[in-house]
């Protein structure tokens, strides 16, 4: 089928990448020219494992592109997959979606188009697109059929890859069942898994059908939001029961064990620490209260969920106070900046936040990542003084260690010469991630977070 995939972000790039892959032929617009030029020439403007790899296995059947009537007319599937980031009142800002709808609106020329709202939007966005697709058709005297769709994605940054190919369901919303069945044809590669496997990333043994959830537009793009907001709550909830367990003298580790071995339970989601960050769940979930807001319904246990997720970088600080008394003037080592390990997405990363709240309470902060330093010079550039070229630059003459993500190499460093570069041998491990026996057998001090 031929497919236009608008925004080439992690979303929309992962996306179009894995259609063309199964066999679909697509286009992926974007309005930065630069980008799109750096993707002809097989340059990922991300960091995502194995993407470059899909990229290259797929490049046949995959163009790139910054103008609408390279991509638009002809297409059976368009989705849009621009971002949407919070405003300050937590509505997600939907300029881009409005832009990218009025554009395409312009160019419809197949007889029948299914627009696919791929990014998160808010409860009704899909009307509000078709609404706009409309005006837009009007005003180009066009008069082709098209519909609006829902078809929310759930991959991880890091894994997008084997999350789409590989997905535990596939969620299409549309009020038409014609626009269904399109989505249908669409995905069937993926759902009765009929494609050859990548070597790069092969498919688990027994894996044979992915199971699709159709449904109408409201509830698709409802299914997304609940969905987040049920993960972000329940690593709240276990950290929430972190911190009681730190101060009754239980183990969180062996409680999360305990409830996640419940299959009704389940044990993902259940590691305690630092909390979440990333572009999904603090949006997300900010803008799953708003919309309750609108109403009048309140989303109590999602701002719980919310509380105690900002809380506990403040934790971090708490923490800090209890071990050096005083910390002000301070040396401080923060090891890990992206919001989680084998990604360089910043985006609500809490590190980010601990090393603010440091700098304000007059910590010298020094700071370490693997991949994402290049990203933080770029997006933080008046934090770009706190970073080191290693780990061990980093910890020169600190006074203690923040690991804030749990990047393989941080667990491999040499901790025991480490214990010779800094001043104090103080490590707070927010993602328990390093082996704490032996650790201590080399003389650090390691406290753990809730
Ligand atoms: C529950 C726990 O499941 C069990 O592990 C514990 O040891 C005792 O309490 P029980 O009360 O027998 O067991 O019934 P259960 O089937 O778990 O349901 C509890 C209540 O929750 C029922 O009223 C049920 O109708 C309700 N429920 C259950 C829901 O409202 N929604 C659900 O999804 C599941
Ligand atoms: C998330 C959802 O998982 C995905 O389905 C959705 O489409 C986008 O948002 P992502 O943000 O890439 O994906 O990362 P995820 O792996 O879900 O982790 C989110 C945050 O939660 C990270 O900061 C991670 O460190 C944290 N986390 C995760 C925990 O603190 N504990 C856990 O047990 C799991």
Same mark, same amino acid.
């Given at each position: ?13 992962? #996306? ?31 960091? &995502? ?14 163009? @790139? ?27 997600? !800002? ?51 059929? @098209? ?67 159709? #449904? ?64 999904? @769940? ?55 900046? %992206? ?9 609500? %990363? ?23 330093? &290049? ?13 080191? !070229? ?9 006074? %203690? ?50």
């Amino acid at each position: 089928m031929k497919v236009a995939v608008i925004g080439t972000g992690y979303v929309g790039l992962t #996306t179009g990448v894995c259609l063309a892959f199964v066999g679909h032929e697509v286009h992926c617009l974007d309005v930065n020219e630069s980008k799109v030029n750096a993707l002809r020439a097989g340059q990922i403007p991300i960091f &995502e494992p194995q993407l470059e790899d899909l990229l290259d296995a797929a490049k046949g059947r995959l163009h @790139f592109t910054s103008k609408y009537e390279d991509a638009i007319p002809d297409a059976e599937v368009i989705f849009i997959a621009v971002g949407t980031p919070s405003l300050p009142d937590g509505q997600p !800002d939907l300029q881009y979606l409005r832009s990218a709808s009025e554009s395409l609106g312009k160019y419809l020329s197949a007889s029948f188009t299914v627009v696919v709202n791929k990014s998160t939007v808010p409860i009704g966005s899909g009307n509000w697109v078709g609404a706009l697709i409309r005006e837009s058709q009007k005003a180009a005297g066009l008069h082709t059929d @098209f519909a609006v769709a829902s078809n929310p994605e759930f991959l991880r940054e890091g894994s997008a890859i084997f999350d789409s190919l590989y997905p535990d369901r596939i969620v299409i919303g549309a009020d038409q069942g014609k626009a269904l069945e399109t989505l249908y044809r669409l995905y069937r590669p993926v759902i009765d898994q009929t494609f050859p496997a990548p070597a790069f990333c092969p498919r688990r043994e027994g894996f044979s059908a992915v199971p699709l959830v159709s #449904t109408d537009l409201a509830s698709a793009e409802l299914i997304k939001y609940a969905a987040n907001a049920f993960l972000a709550t329940k690593i709240s909830f276990i950290n929430e029961i972190g911190l009681l367990a730190g101060r009754v003298g239980a183990d969180i580790q062996h409680i999360a064990r305990g409830m996640g071995l419940d299959s009704r339970i389940g044990n993902r989601f259940l590691s305690a620490g630092l909390g979440w960050g990333g572009s999904c @769940f603090a949006k997300d979930t900010a803008a799953l209260s708003a919309t309750a807001k609108e109403y009048g319904l309140g989303m109590g246990i999602v701002e719980a969920a919310r509380q105690v997720n900002f809380a506990m970088r403040e934790k971090v600080i708490e923490r800090l106070l209890d071990i050096l008394k005083i910390i002000k003037g301070r040396n401080i080592a923060v090891l890990g900046l %992206a919001f989680k390990p084998n990604t360089d997405d910043l985006r609500d %990363a809490p590190a980010i936040d601990i090393i603010r709240r440091l700098q304000s309470r007059g910590v010298i902060v020094h700071a370490h990542d693997p991949i994402a330093m &290049e990203r933080f010079r770029i997006e933080h550039p008046d934090l770009a003084s706190v970073l080191c !070229d290693t780990a061990e630059e980093a910890m020169r003459e600190s006074d %203690a260690v923040v690991l804030a993500t749990e990047w393989n190499e941080y667990r491999e460093l040499d901790w025991a010469m480490l214990g010779d570069v800094v001043r104090q041998k103080n490590v707070l491990d927010t993602r328990w991630t390093l082996d704490a026996d032996s650790l201590r057998r080399v003389g650090w001090n390691l406290i753990r977070l809730p």
